[in-house]
């Protein structure tokens, strides 16, 4: 049973910055393509960066030039640096491992989330 837990997730300051950290057990990490996601009270869940087991990586717009998406085989781990130069709102982040960063239908194992609440 393959199991994602996220980490790292607390209170940013506006114009502060904060990784998220991710780990995946009970499956071959290495062949998963690995997401980060975002819910926004009120709103849809959206899909903020990918990275594919090769390495190729997606952002949204929005973030693009402000987030790092990165992965480690070796430890398992999947990361998302986040800088933000100007103020995100407050969400849960979710990190998911999937088929492929073609799709969201493609990442089918979640972890709970974690909260960065944002100082206003």
């Known amino acids: 049973q393959v199991q994602v837990v996220e980490s790292g997730g607390g209170l940013v300051q506006p114009g502060g910055s904060l990784r998220l950290s991710c780990t995946v057990s009970?499956?071959?990490?290495?062949?998963?393509?690995m997401g980060w996601f975002r819910q926004v009270p009120g709103k849809q869940r959206e899909l903020v960066a990918s990275?594919?087991?090769?390495?190729?990586?997606k952002y949204i717009e929005s973030v693009k030039g402000r987030f790092t998406i990165s992965r480690d085989n070796d430890k398992n781990m999947v990361y998302l640096q986040m800088s933000s130069r100007k103020p995100e709102a407050t969400a849960v982040y979710y990190c998911?491992?999937?088929?492929?960063?073609?799709?969201?239908?493609?990442?089918?194992?979640w972890g709970p989330g974690t909260h960065v609440p944002v100082s206003s």
């Open positions: 990275i594919s087991n090769e390495g190729t990586k």
């Open positions: 009970g499956g071959i990490f290495s062949i998963y393509a």
């Open positions: 998911s491992a999937g088929l492929s960063i073609d799709a969201d239908s493609e990442f089918l194992h």
